[in-house]
């Protein structure tokens, strides 16, 4: 007998549970650090004097967005001193996380990055710190919202961390850039007070999700599985554990770093042969980036081999997760829910990449930018968020997905559509309110998806890895957006942006009839 679908006046209901609200104060802690490394502090920078090239740099700074699966298993295994046996597995490394989020915007706010070379290079470190523990905070928030609510409730919950996320985002964007100019720095007026203030008054922003993390209970579903698994891995252990992740860390950035020069040189000469620059750069990237992952497996093999840490602590936090997801799913189907996970944002999110840029080149202003597409835009992707989630309990998660695929194949021709025309401000605004408002419903649901396929037993893994996933071929790719444009033009860039969209709806379709997810 097929479950009636719930009636629209209680769909709605859901959001005023405790879990919900949650996560918008979490979400809006989550949003914060992101642009304070990016548009604000290249910003700052270019304010402050400091060339652009330079700038461009400190956009790394954020890579750990990218691999924080790698030091995912720590926070699953880890016991924090004293904070674990007070808060609690979840929340203690989230207040820890904030801390240090907190504590690198302070130290921020306090550089000048016009007084020299070591004052960017104090500026650099502390971006780091920001990426990395901001990094951090998404991973446990994650496992947060995964463990502290049912199935059910996930695509509210994903709705209400994307409103709170894009709330925070607003507030160290364009909030910022108010604060910095009312504090009295503009272009050509540099003043270090004002961003000093600025960067002081994010950090206090910051104190939103640490009242919600200290007011908030541990996951029943987390304190559960700590009860479960007890481990019997001494202190002795963990810290072993801990070395052999900073040591494997460290040869990755040594290697990484080391193979610059080789790469740049293996760029040109392999240029002719691969069609052009843009491919060899893609392909020795992508080499020195998979040599890097394999010099850090073998210094974990040596690690196991010369018995300097537990191996079955390494197994259980790096290997197990992995096998589960293998094991549940059988081969094909993880495989392909991989490459489905890698690929479903990937029109969307190539086309973003220039986006800006496209506006700026048919002639609208940075203020019409700023009005439509960032604020307007904001508000019709948190607009979609919350669509999606109530579409979502509605009528089923993978319906949702596939909505949101097609919705984002068939708004990306709009811009085809905005090419064609040109500059058209009541155009502009269909195109971005279509586009983000697909965006929103798109993310929702996709959200609620990745936190189905997790498994509770290693829900800070396995998500940070399908996370770092669905971001990762995407940015590979839009890094070359600028090229394609160059050889194409816009308006069949537009089209091959919305065609790279046309696959995924092909493997949702295989997909949907293979799996079948929690209600």
């Known amino acids: 007998m097929q479950t009636p679908k719930p009636l629209w006046r209680t769909t709605w209901q859901p959001f005023l549970q405790a879990q919900v609200i949650t996560m918008l104060f979490l979400g809006f802690s989550a949003g914060i650090p992101l642009l304070l490394i990016f548009s604000s502090l290249s910003l700052w920078l270019v304010e402050a004097g ?6 461009t740099y400190f956009s ?45 915007i302070v130290i921020m706010a306090f550089i000048d990055p016009s007084e020299g070379e070591d004052a960017l290079l104090l500026m650099a470190f502390a971006a780091i710190l920001l990426g990395f523990s901001s990094a951090t905070q998404d991973i446990v928030i994650d496992a947060y919202r995964i463990e ?39 272009k050509g007026h540099y003043s270090y007070q004002a961003w000093h203030w600025t960067y002081l008054s994010m950090a206090l922003f910051m104190l939103v999700g640490v009242i919600t993390t200290l007011v908030i209970p541990e996951p029943p579903r987390s304190v559960a599985q700590i009860q479960k698994q007890q481990s019997p891995h001494s202190t002795k ?16 950035i040594l290697t990484f770093v080391n193979l610059s020069t080789f790469v ?51 197994w259980g936090s790096y290997i197990a997760p992995v096998y589960d ?33 496209f506006f700026q080149e048919i002639g609208f202003t940075k203020i019409q930018i700023a009005t439509v597409v960032k604020t307007f835009g904001l ?52 195109v971005i309110s279509a586009d983000n408002l697909s965006a929103g419903i798109a993310s929702a649901a996709f959200v609620a998806f990745l936190s189905n396929l997790t498994n509770t037993s290693f829900t800070a893994v396995q998500y940070a890895i399908f996370s770092s996933l669905m971001t990762l071929a995407p940015k590979l790719i839009g890094g070359y957006s600028g090229s394609i444009v160059e050889s194409i033009g816009y308006s069949n860039f537009f089209l091959l942006a919305s065609l790279m969209g046309v696959p995924v709806l092909f493997l949702l379709y295989f997909l949907n009839k293979h799996i079948t997810l929690n209600k």
């Open 60 to 104: 790394w700074a954020a890579l750990g967005y990218s691999f924080k699966f790698l030091w995912a298993p720590l926070i699953d295994r880890l016991p924090l001193p004293f904070l674990t046996r007070q808060l609690g597995r979840r929340r203690a490394w989230l207040i820890l996380a904030q801390i240090l989020v907190i504590s690198a």
């Open 264 to 314: 740049t040189s293996a760029k040109e000469i392999l240029a002719p042969y691969l069609g052009g620059m843009p491919i060899s750069r893609f392909i020795m990237e992508f080499l020195r980036l998979a040599l890097s992952l394999i010099s850090m497996g073998l210094m974990a093999y040596l690690f196991i081999y010369f018995k300097l840490v537990d191996k079955q602590l390494v």
């Open 50 to 55: 400091i060339e652009r090239a330079t700038v």
């Open 237 to 252: 252990h963990y810290i072993q554990f801990l070395m052999l992740f900073i040591c494997c860390i460290s040869l990755f």
């Open 325 to 357: 997801f293998f094991q549940r799913y059988g081969k094909t189907i993880a495989l392909v829910l991989l490459v489905f996970i890698g690929f479903y944002r990937v029109s969307d999110i190539v086309l973003g990449v220039i986006a800006n840029v």
């Open 148 to 186: 502290s609510a049912d199935i059910s409730l996930q695509a509210l919950m994903s709705s209400t961390y994307i409103a709170g996320y894009r709330i925070g985002m607003l507030a160290s964007g364009a909030g910022a850039l108010v604060l910095a100019s009312y504090f009295g720095s503009e």
């Open 379 to 430: 508000f019709m992707t948190i607009a979609g968020g919350f669509l999606g989630g109530i579409l979502a309990v509605r009528f089923g998660v993978m319906k949702v997905l596939f909505l949101g695929a097609l919705l984002t194949v068939a708004t990306n021709l709009l811009f085809m559509l905005l090419a064609s025309t040109g500059n058209n401000i009541s155009l502009l605004y269909l």
